[in-house]
């Protein structure tokens, strides 16, 4: 069974850059596609960013501009390079996986979720 390990997440002003980093157990490449989710307090966990195994990034709009997906093959590491941090950005971020096209185009993640990284901006 695959395993996601977050890591990276820290309290931050509001303006400031954090990089999340998402190990992974095996291969990445076996997925069509990883993901970055977050949930706030209260809130559902929610979509953050992709990547597809072809380098195709997607981000929800609130962090469009701000934030940076990217992969690591060699090292099965996808990373959330976060910049420009807002209190809204306040949640625990999780990693994930979509093992086909079909479940990344119903943003279908796979079952297991791993313990996630906490981001916190103060206002």
């Known amino acids: 069974q695959v395993r996601f390990v977050e890591s990276g997440g820290a309290l931050v002003q509001p303006g400031g850059s954090l990089r999340l980093s998402c190990a992974t157990s095996g291969s990445i490449f076996a997925f069509f596609a990883m993901a970055w989710y977050r949930q706030a307090p209260g809130k559902e966990r929610e979509l953050v960013a992709s990547i597809t195994n072809g380098g195709v990034t997607d981000y929800t709009d609130a962090v469009k501009g701000r934030f940076t997906i990217s992969r690591d093959n060699a090292k099965n590491t996808v990373y959330l390079q976060m910049n420009n941090l807002k209190p809204e950005d306040t949640a625990v971020y999780y990693c994930?996986?979509?093992?086909?096209?079909?479940?990344?185009?119903?943003?279908?993640?796979?079952?297991?979720w791993g313990q996630g990284t906490q981001v916190t901006v103060p206002s």
């Open positions: 994930n996986a979509y093992r086909s096209v079909g479940d990344y185009r119903k943003r279908l993640p796979l079952d297991y």
